[in-house]
Structures are given as C-alpha cells and as structure tokens.
C-alpha cells in the first residue's frame, strides 16, 4: 500500500514563508500518469483544495493562494513539495497531501484515494 509522508510544516508570522514536502513510499506515481495534491483543513471548517499538479505539470491553485503558493513535483524521486510565501493567518490549518492515478481537473477532494497523515501551518499575526 502507498503511503505518504509530509513534513515542513510549523509555526512562522504573517509574511513568512514554509515549505511543506511530500513524499511517497512507492514508485506507482513515477510510472503512471498521476495527479498530487495539496489541502488543507482549519478547525470547524470542511477540507479545501489548495494546489494540485499532474504528471505534465500542468497545475491548479485556489484562488485564495494564487501568486503565493507554488506546486511542485519531482517525478524521480515521487516527492510533492508546496512553497508558502507571504503567508497568512487565514492560511492557518492542517495541510494535507494526497495523490491518485490518472488525472486532476478540478481541487475536488473526491479525486483522491491516497492520503498523507497531514502536517500542520500556524500563521501569526
């Protein structure tokens, strides 16, 4: 069974900037096509999408982390990676990574059968 593993999250002030990293366990992604992606979840809120990128790279944000996030994948080594600039407290939750055969249209969750254990952001004011 694939699993995945995220790391890089922690706690930095309005502004700052995180990277978050995702790696998985087996090389079923590097074979196939394959969609991976970022979410998050605050407390009291439902999950959302934040970024998710395909094989081709082609990628899709949420607008509310357009032009701060960036995704990114290296298909070598199955790895995930989300660069966080100018961060906010609004970006405050757990983040999530997860990945799926085939491809990503959409930030819909329900894509997704894979999913990491989740590591956590925290945004200061």
């Known amino acids: 069974q694939v699993q995945l593993a995220e790391s890089g999250g922690g706690s930095v002030q309005a502004g700052g900037s995180l990277r978050l990293s995702c790696a998985a366990s087996r090389s079923t992604y590097r074979r196939y096509r394959s969609c991976m992606g970022w979410f998050r979840q605050a407390p009291g809120k439902e999950r959302e999408g934040v970024a998710v990128i395909n094989s081709d790279g082609s990628t899709i944000y949420a607008i509310s982390v357009k032009g701060r996030f960036t995704v990114s994948r290296d298909n070598a080594q199955v790895t995930l990676y989300l660069q966080m600039n100018s961060l906010k407290p609004e970006d405050t939750a757990m983040y999530y990574c997860?990945?799926?055969?085939?491809?990503?249209?959409?930030?819909?969750?329900?894509?997704?059968?894979?999913w990491g254990q989740g590591t956590q952001v925290t945004v200061s004011s």
């Open positions: 997860a990945a799926e055969l085939g491809e990503c249209y959409s930030l819909s969750s329900t894509n997704f059968r894979t």
